[in-house]
């Protein structure tokens, strides 16, 4: 079955140390989301790409960063996580942004808990 | 500012109940609403909507939109413990290509 795959599922880090979750997809999707959800809020968009082209979020900040290698994966990269980076990291993909095409799919999630 | 407000923001009912989310959105350069339902994991699609008075229909859930009035209900009828979760309702944003979410309907159904 088509999908959007996350590993891990659950990621424990220390304060600081660098942590980077993966996503990846089999829908070949062209566009790829990550959201940050934090405990009974709505998820928060980071950043997206639209095939290679990178789109940050103003308010996202520059501790996170994203690669997005081929058509299939994208990767989350925390450089230095604080506590209140502790929170589920989802994942999403849409065939496009218009026509129909922008419905997001999403993965099941890492849950990041900081140390 | 953009934005999307859901009401209520939590409900209790009973199994075989009729419940109606509520989303009003006031989002520039709309380009279509779609409601997500999550348990504890990650959401899961249920419908888009594009057009005005266009009911969208699966199973017991059914959703319809009013584009002139800015608002979208969701309908959930002989309702189930399974259907017990946070209903998320979102408004795609042209130009900027994101998702504007609400902060989501937490919905609990009880034997």
């Known amino acids: 079955d088509a999908m959007v795959i996350q590993n891990p599922r659950y990621q424990v880090t220390q304060f600081g140390k660098p942590v980077t979750l993966s996503c990846s997809q089999t829908?070949?999707?062209?566009?790829m989301y990550w959201y940050q959800q934090k405990s009974s809020q709505a998820p928060k968009l980071l950043f997206h790409?639209?095939?290679?082209?990178?789109?940050n979020e103003a308010d996202t900040p520059d501790n996170f960063q994203s690669r997005r290698p081929n058509t299939s994966f994208c990767f989350l990269d925390i450089r230095s996580p604080g506590l209140g980076d502790a929170a589920m990291y989802l994942c999403?993909?849409?065939?496009?942004?218009?026509?129909?095409?922008?419905?997001?799919?999403f993965g099941p999630g890492t849950r990041l808990l900081v140390l | 500012e953009d934005k999307v407000v859901q009401s209520p923001l939590s409900l209790v009912v009973h199994e075989g109940d009729t419940v109606t989310l509520n989303c009003s959105y006031e989002?520039?350069?709309?380009?279509?609403l779609l409601w997500y339902k999550q348990e504890k994991k990650a959401p899961t699609f249920l419908f888009m909507l594009?057009?005005?008075?266009i009911e969208k229909k699966s199973g017991r859930l059914s959703s319809i939109l009013d584009k002139k009035e800015l608002f979208s209900i969701l309908n959930i009828t002989a309702t189930q413990t399974g259907d017990s979760a946070v209903y998320l309702c979102?408004?795609?944003?042209?130009?900027?290509?994101?998702?504007?979410f609400g902060a989501g309907t937490r919905l609990a159904v009880h034997p």
């Open positions: 790409y639209y095939d290679k082209d990178f789109n």
């Open positions: 829908l070949n999707h062209n566009v």
């Open positions: 979102a408004v795609f944003r042209g130009g900027y290509n994101k998702l504007i």
């Open positions: 594009t057009s005005s008075g």
């Open positions: 989002v520039t350069n709309f380009r279509s």
């Open positions: 999403a993909t849409s065939r496009g942004v218009s026509g129909g095409e922008e419905t997001q799919y």
